[in-house]
């Protein structure tokens, strides 16, 4: 009885494979499957000193107004080379002054809270779930996911750039973005106002984000 022709990728069969060429064929192989493994999101962290989300909209044609999230955090799991593998998951906090308005801020945040608009008292919180990444150069992009306001949630989608990638004296990865988007606030049920002030808001982000410490390192 003959050898059966056991075929290995686009080898032919093993018999026509040298003992030696075979062995380094294994080799190679056993160091390439770790490297493939490896490559998985990385967990990042804010960097809250560097960090700036608002939302604007239009004052009844006479200037644009804005508030500032202060409070946020949640996970960020990115994955550069396969963005869709990434996860992005942020919860803010809009209770105890989860906004930054500038001029008049006790008062307007006040409003802010009131069930007017955001009614804190009843939803504390809102809530950002990326469902979607795409890009076709790996620094311009969109990213939509599910904005959650007043228990009713509905899409967004960002426009987002990768402005810098590089590491950080300690050797932990360091990204730059910016993001930009729009939606009309009546749908989360924030229509005070409409239309003198506007229903379309514009939300900013400008972000920069560190690779998470080593759990050891988090610790100390």
């Given at each position: 009885m003959g050898k059966p022709d056991v075929r290995i990728?686009?080898?032919?069969?093993?018999?026509?494979?040298?003992?030696?060429?075979?062995?380094?064929?294994?080799?190679?192989?056993?160091?390439?499957?770790p490297a493939t493994a490896a490559a998985a999101p990385v967990s990042y962290d804010f960097d809250r000193t560097h960090t700036e989300i608002s939302a604007s909209w239009d004052h009844q044609g006479y200037s644009r107004q804005a508030i500032h999230f202060t409070q946020y955090d949640g996970t960020l799991d990115l994955d550069l080379e396969d963005p869709s593998s990434s996860v992005v998951d942020i919860t803010f906090t809009l209770v105890d002054e989860g906004f930054w308005v500038g001029?008049?801020?006790?008062?307007?945040?006040?409003?802010?809270n009131s069930a007017d608009l955001f009614d804190t008292a009843q939803f504390p919180s809102a809530r950002f779930v990326a469902t979607s990444f795409e890009t076709e150069d790996g620094t311009t992009g969109t990213m939509t996911g599910e904005l959650t306001i007043r228990d009713l949630t509905h899409p967004v989608t960002l426009d987002v750039t990768l402005?810098?990638?590089?590491?950080?004296?300690?050797?932990?990865?360091?990204?730059g973005f910016s993001a930009t988007g729009t939606l009309m606030r009546s749908e989360w049920g924030l229509g005070f106002a409409v239309p003198n002030i506007s229903d379309e808001v514009m939300l900013t982000i400008e972000t920069e984000l560190v690779e998470s410490a080593p759990a050891e390192n988090a610790a100390e």
């Open positions: 990728g686009v080898v032919p069969c093993w018999r026509s494979i040298p003992v030696k060429r075979f062995a380094i064929a294994l080799s190679a192989a056993a160091m390439i499957a001029a008049h801020h006790e008062r307007f945040v006040n409003h802010l402005n810098r990638s590089d590491e950080t004296s300690d050797g932990r990865s360091k990204l």
